[in-house]
Structures are given as C-alpha cells and as structure tokens.
C-alpha cells in the first residue's frame, strides 16, 4: 500500500478537495463580510462605485453544514456531468468500431513515426475546436491521446497534457471567439468580436509557448523515462500502459471513414448550436449521444454493444463526476460566506497606486486572486466588472483591454486549482495526480504569466481599442 500511495504522488484527490473544503469554510470565519451599493447606468449595466464599500453581518458557514453543502454542490454541476459521462460513453462506443486506433495509425503513417510532428497537428486541431467549445467537451479524449503519446515512444504523461493545454490555449487564453470573451464585451458596452485579431495573435503566441514547453518534456522522457513526472507508478497502471503500448492499430476502412465523418459533423452541429441556438451543456450532451449510437451502428454493433459500450465508458470515469461534484461546493461556501466583495474591494483600492502603463499586470493578478475564490469566467463577470469598468476608465485603461486581462487572470490559475473542474476532470482522465501535474505545470504557469505582462504592456503601449 505504501508503494501505491508514493506512486500516485500525493493523498487522493478526494481527500485534498476536502482539506480545501474546510479551509473555505474556516475562511468565512475570517474574512469580514462586506457589500457595494448598485445602481444600474443608461446602457442597463450594473455599476458599482467602489467608494460605497461597507461591511456587513457576517454569514460564516458552519462547519457542521459541509456534508450538505457537498450534497446540494453536485445539483449546481450535474449539466457538466451529463457532459462528460455523455461524451465519454460516446467515445467508448467509437473506440469500440476501431475508429479511433485507426486515427492514430494513420497519424503515425502520415507524420511517419515523427513524434513532434504528430504532437503539433494533434494539438492545433485541439486548440482550433476549443476556441468555441467549452475544455470539458474533450475530457473523454484523454484515453485517446495517451495511446497515441504511448505510440510515439513518450509516456501516457504527455497525452493527457496534450489535450488538456490545447483546450486551455484555444479556450481560455484571450480566445478570439468563445462565448465567455462575447458575455464579457457585452457586460462591457463593446461590440461582439471586437479586436478578435488582437486575439488570434494572443491565441498562436500561447500555442506555440506551451506547445515548445510539452514537447520540449515529451522528447525528455523519450530519450530518459526516469524524467517522467508520472514515473514510478503502481503496477496496475503499469499493466495499463503497456497493454497500451501493445495495441496493434488498424487501418482505415470505409466505415472508419463514416464514423469520423459522424464524428465531424457532430462537433460543427456542437459549435453551430453553441453559437446561434444558444445551446448549454444538455443540448451538447444529447449531440454527443445521438453520436455515439449512429457511429455504433456504423461499426457495425448490435444494440446490446452499443449500450455496453456506452455503459462502460460512462462507469470509466465515476471518480471524475465525485470530483468534480466536491470541487463546486469551494465556490458555494465562500459565496454563502459573502466575503468575495470584501477581497475585491482590498485587490481594486491597491491597484489605484499602481503606473497606469503596468496598471493591466496589476488586474490581471487581482484577477488571477479572485479566481481562488470563484473559478469561473462567467461566475466572476457580475462581480468584477461592475467594479474594474469604472476602475480602468479612471486609470485610462480602455475596456476592451480590460477584456483581455481579464481573459488571462481568470485562465491561468485555473489549471492550478485542485477544485477546477475541467482540471480535476482531464487528470483524473489521465490517472494523473494533482502533485504530478503541479510538477510539471509550475515553469509553463510562469512562462504563462510573463508572457501575459508582456502582452498587456504593449497593448497598452499601443493604445488598443476602443472598438
């Protein structure tokens, strides 16, 4: 037991999501309660004058009160869970007609055997689709990715990192088209797609920032596998690695074919309905299933197949839907706490001292902090907003600025919280501990930040917007 437990790299990710759980509730304790006053502007956007902040009675959660907390937190992600358990039974069932070996035998034939070559197309076809689908929607690819990682000679490591820093540079790094950047230039009086070009640029930076950062490890491990983060594993996962490795992939046939064709047409279906039916993540979910069943019928599976493939590849990631379940009670606690106004207001009253030209490094980790608190783009707007608007105007930082730094603290810190819901998902996916991935993420998130305060710097330089 204690090998296992040295091999996994840390406690249980329950057990660490628990820890955490009890010290958002200790810091409700701690942190004094507090409130601004509202008032709504011409444009019907709420605005909030930093002046008016007051504290008020604190509602400190009790301590008594977390098993229920836990409970009713799952309510608040079930659509995420349908999500995955949806994508990742759909994705059991198009394993199960050998589409996705011959996927990966014919990027082996087509980048012959080239590691980085293969890692660079995989990757941008990744980042492409997550410019308008939420990093959730590719969870289910994991298992996929570590095969094809393990057929290029590099450990299953690196391809859960491969489709995990894809969806983050095409999702969340200054993502030129994805709903979240939309919702927050429409809180801020900007037109839709504004300054998407600025943002495309952002977009190919980071790529090819973290891409250099994954390969530059994955060719590491090839040539030394003792340097594997994930090195030193149980021997269950070892026997899963190297059935894996010993997987005889198979050619393209025509109903291969059909099946990616199904498979394409879903994900267009996926990002049409995102962006022009406004569809949430049930809508995804039945696009996903309805997926599943044609490509099974395609490959070829009678009904009883395709229900057990589907079956199966929901119960694969049951600790993944706990996780992610436990990991949104952290946010509910701290906002039943009603102390993220009261750590708002201390981040925007210290930026007021900072030079206008560095102003944006000051939002962006003010931005970053409040992400501890509340890890979500589309959670944190109604919060911050109304308060970094009117903070930026004084400071001579144009809003569509503001967007972009908001862009960049809200997504970095993300993939450093152990309560992050699309991270847990993918390293659990990945059978990556929370340790693992720290090890090897610590240096990109650096590497993240200063290009960041780079980019915002010069933006300001140039006076970009307004648009």
């Known amino acids: 037991m204690e090998k296992i437990k040295k091999a996994r790299g840390g406690n249980d990710p329950l057990v660490t999501i628990l820890v955490i759980i009890v010290c958002a509730v200790i810091l409700t304790w701690i942190i004094p309660a507090g409130e601004f006053a509202e008032s709504v502007d011409e444009a019907g956007n709420t605005v909030i004058d930093i002046l008016t902040f007051h504290t008020v009675d604190s509602s400190p959660v009790s301590v008594l009160s977390i098993p229920v907390l836990i409970m009713q937190a799952f309510e608040k992600c079930i659509s995420i869970i349908v999500l995955i358990a949806a994508g990742s039974g759909a994705f059991e069932v198009v394993r199960r007609t050998g589409t996705i070996d011959s996927i990966i035998g014919l990027t082996l034939e087509k980048t012959k055997g080239n590691g980085k070559k293969a890692l660079w197309i995989v990757s941008l076809i990744f980042t492409l689709l997550s410019c308008a689908v939420i990093p959730h929607v590719f969870i289910p690819f994991t298992p996929m ?91 269950d996962r070892k026997r899963q690695i190297e059935s894996l490795k010993a997987a005889d992939y198979s050619k393209v046939t025509t109903n291969h074919i059909l099946v990616m064709a199904v498979m394409v047409a879903t994900f267009a279906t996926v990002i049409y309905g995102g962006f022009s039916l406004g569809w949430g993540n049930y809508q995804i979910a039945a696009a996903f299933f309805v997926m599943g ?39 509910s606690i701290l906002s039943g706490g009603n102390i993220i106004n009261t750590i708002i207001y201390y981040l925007c009253k210290g930026l007021s001292h900072w030079p ?112």
């Not at 000679?153 to 979240?180: C, K």
């Not at 599976?301 to 990991?327: E, Q, R, W």
């Not at 490094?361 to 509340?374: E, P, R, T, Y």
């Open 145 to 235: 990715c570590i095969s094809l990682a393990l057929a290029l000679g590099y450990d299953d490591f690196t391809g859960t990192a491969l489709v995990l820093l894809a969806t983050v540079v095409g999702g969340a790094t200054g993502s030129p088209i994805a709903p979240g950047t939309v919702a927050a230039q429409s809180m801020l009086g900007l037109p839709a797609y504004s300054g998407i070009q600025y943002r495309f640029v952002i977009m190919v930076l980071y790529y090819f920032v973290t891409m250099f950062y994954l390969i530059r490890y994955a060719e590491k491990v090839r040539k030394n596998p003792a340097s594997s983060v994930v090195a030193g594993m149980s021997d």
């Open 293 to 331: 069943l044609i490509c099974g019928l395609i490959g070829k599976m009678n009904p009883a197949a395709i229900s057990k493939g589907f079956v199966d590849g929901v119960k694969a990631l049951t600790s993944t839907y706990i996780i992610i379940g436990m990991a949104t009670a952290v946010t």
């Open 356 to 467: 206008v030209i560095v102003a944006p490094i000051g939002i962006m980790f003010a931005v970053a902090i409040v992400n501890l608190f509340v890890p979500s783009m589309n959670g944190k707007m109604p919060l911050v907003f109304p308060i970094l608007g009117p903070v930026c105007k004084v400071l001579g930082i144009n809003q569509q600025l503001l967007v972009i730094t908001y862009a960049f603290g809200d997504s970095f810190t993300n993939f450093i919280l152990p309560y992050n819901s699309a991270l847990v998902g993918f390293i659990e996916a990945g059978h990556v501990t929370y340790g693992q991935w720290i090890k090897f993420f610590k240096g990109l998130l650096a590497l993240w930040f200063l290009l960041g305060a780079v980019i915002l710097v010069a933006l300001q330089l140039i006076g970009i917007g307004p648009f």
